[in-house]
């Protein structure tokens, strides 16, 4: 799995309140979001996760493009 809890994530679409920077929460089948603008809780399914998520934030404290993010092989 590429994601953790703890993770800050992008989306394609940012929420209505003016945030696109989420915290997950959960991962498994459903993946359980905090919005860091609002704090509103949003769960998506694994697969429309895998569609909508953009960008993370690595260790470094940089978000970075998803299909460059491999951090099992840093
Ligand atoms: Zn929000």
Excluded: A, Q
Excluded at 9 to 25: A, M, Q, S
Excluded at 34 to 62: A, H, M, P, Q, T
């Amino acid at each position: 799995m590429k994601y953790k809890i703890g993770d800050i994530v992008t989306l394609k679409k940012g929420h209505p309140c003016g945030e696109n920077k989420w915290e997950i929460l959960r991962t498994g089948v459903d993946i359980k979001l905090k919005c860091l603008g609002c704090e509103k809780i949003v769960w998506l399914s694994r697969i429309d996760f895998d569609k909508r998520i953009r960008k993370i934030k690595d260790r470094n404290g940089k978000f970075i493009s998803i299909v460059h993010y491999h951090p099992e092989e840093e």
